[in-house]
């Protein structure tokens, strides 16, 4: 498969003119496929699916060419459930152990920090950089600071020796300069949870930052019931939530660029139902732009600075939810996934990648990357054998489907 990183590299890929100085663009763009290149040692692309895969329980090897099965961020989940960098053959270490973090079923990717749900449904975290990866003890695990040393996965914890367990799935951070202070996820209890720089996301903008995982609550006592999927940044979040009739989205936090949905720029302690969709399945944000899957339809509010409501080409903000356009001018319809990388948003839908806004782009462009079967906001994911980086098309990452 073959996978094109997104996210912290996704303006670069832009900015930098990987696709020739294109102009900003604010309806989606379909990403091109690059020819084959180089990986960052030289190696040569990988797309032979006899040169790598880790065969499953039956002795096959899922997807039949390679080894990756999903994307989350900068970050490559193995078919055999452990976790790459974007690098395509470090991996992330259980501190515990001082094993192979295994038995991974989703993760969360920040810019400084990266966390990973396991099959038992405990949570564990750990830093990227050597510093400033846990300043506000977003690896909620009781510190904050730089210790220890790092890729070493710690479990997050909701008070001094007692793990946060009973998790569903990772939340989905915004692009990855934007959302890197707080890390927030889903229990299998249809709660939310955050920690780290908890400012926006707890304390209506009142300094506060913990390092263990505190209850998102809708009026600072009651928890907020329901929650199926969460995308969040360091200054707002949203969450798709199972209402009496149909699923809801609901955003709390800092509101200057109508990021909230509520028609207003008023921040909000606590969660806010939006108006304007109809059975959302997916939120997705970014730099004050938010987005939600409804009914295959993608729809966006917020800022519109960089094109990213991917209506129509103004930078008038989007105090509401209103329908991303195609090329053509009709709806994008058809879709399946939604992330946000750094000043942009991708939807994968019938087998592409279709992405809108950056800074660079004023025109709609249709490019075309085919059969597309995974999508996260560093990365998308084909079906053959192999990935590339999206800040440099030219060259590729293979991943390692060896042991580890």
């Known amino acids: 498969m073959d996978v094109r990183w997104l996210g912290a590299a996704a303006i670069g890929v832009i900015g930098a003119c990987a696709w020739g100085c294109q102009a900003e663009s604010s309806t989606p763009l379909q990403l091109n496929p690059s020819?084959?290149?180089?990986?960052?040692?030289?190696?040569?692309l990988v797309t032979d699916p006899s040169e790598g895969g880790v065969p499953g329980p039956d002795g096959t090897t899922?997807?039949?060419?390679?080894?990756?099965?999903?994307?989350?961020?900068?970050?490559?989940?193995?078919?055999?459930?452990?976790?790459?960098?974007?690098?395509?053959?470090?991996?992330?270490?259980?501190?515990?152990?001082?094993?192979?973090?295994?038995?991974?079923?989703?993760?969360?990717?920040?810019?400084?920090?990266?966390?990973?749900?396991?099959?038992?449904?405990?949570?564990?975290?750990?830093?990227?950089?050597?510093?400033?990866?846990?300043?506000?003890?977003?690896?909620?695990?009781?510190?904050?600071?730089?210790?220890?040393?790092?890729?070493?996965?710690?479990?997050?914890?909701?008070?001094?020796?007692?793990?946060?367990?009973?998790?569903?799935?990772?939340?989905?951070?915004a692009g990855s300069y934007y959302g890197n202070e707080a890390t927030c996820v889903v229990g299998a209890d249809a709660k939310a949870y955050c920690w780290g720089d908890v400012t926006w996301l707890t304390a209506n903008g009142s300094t506060l930052t913990s390092s263990y995982a505190q209850e998102i609550t809708t009026d600072g006592a009651s928890p907020l019931t329901g929650v199926k999927?969460?995308?969040?940044?360091?200054?707002?979040?949203?969450?798709?939530?199972?209402?009496?009739?149909?699923?809801?989205?609901?955003?709390?936090?800092?509101?200057?660029?109508?990021?909230?949905?509520?028609?207003?720029?008023a921040k909000r302690q606590y969660p806010a139902k939006v108006v304007g969709l109809t059975n959302p399945t997916m939120v997705a944000l970014t730099h004050g732009t938010t987005c939600a899957i409804d009914g295959g339809q993608v729809k966006c509010w917020g800022s519109n600075v960089n094109g990213m409501c991917g209506n129509d080409g103004t930078t008038s903000h989007c105090p509401n939810p209103i329908v991303v356009l195609g090329p053509g001018g009709a709806p994008l319809a058809d879709a399946t996934k939604i992330v946000g990388g750094d000043f942009l948003l991708c939807a994968l839908r019938s087998g592409a990648a279709w992405c809108w806004g950056s800074r660079y782009e004023p025109h709609a462009t249709n490019i075309g990357l085919p059969n597309v079967v995974a999508l996260s906001s560093h990365a998308v994911v084909t079906d053959d054998g192999s990935y590339h980086p999206l800040d440099n098309l030219e060259k590729t990452v293979t991943p390692a489907c060896g042991a580890l």
């Open 35 to 44: 020819d084959a290149g180089e990986s960052p040692d030289g190696s040569p």
């Open 62 to 173: 899922p997807g039949g060419a390679g080894c990756i099965k999903d994307v989350y961020g900068g970050y490559a989940l193995r078919s055999d459930s452990k976790v790459l960098l974007a690098d395509g053959t470090t991996s992330i270490v259980d501190a515990e152990s001082g094993a192979t973090l295994a038995n991974v079923t989703s993760i969360s990717d920040d810019r400084n920090h990266g966390c990973a749900v396991t099959s038992d449904g405990s949570l564990r975290c750990w830093r990227t950089r050597e510093s400033g990866s846990n300043a506000n003890g977003q690896l909620g695990n009781g510190t904050k600071g730089d210790t220890g040393p790092i890729l070493r996965a710690s479990r997050v914890l909701r008070a001094a020796g007692t793990p946060l367990t009973g998790v569903a799935a990772a939340g989905n951070a």
């Open 229 to 265: 999927q969460i995308a969040y940044s360091t200054n707002y979040a949203c969450a798709v939530v199972q209402g009496a009739a149909a699923n809801e989205v609901w955003c709390w936090g800092q509101n200057g660029d109508y990021n909230l949905g509520q028609g207003d720029t």
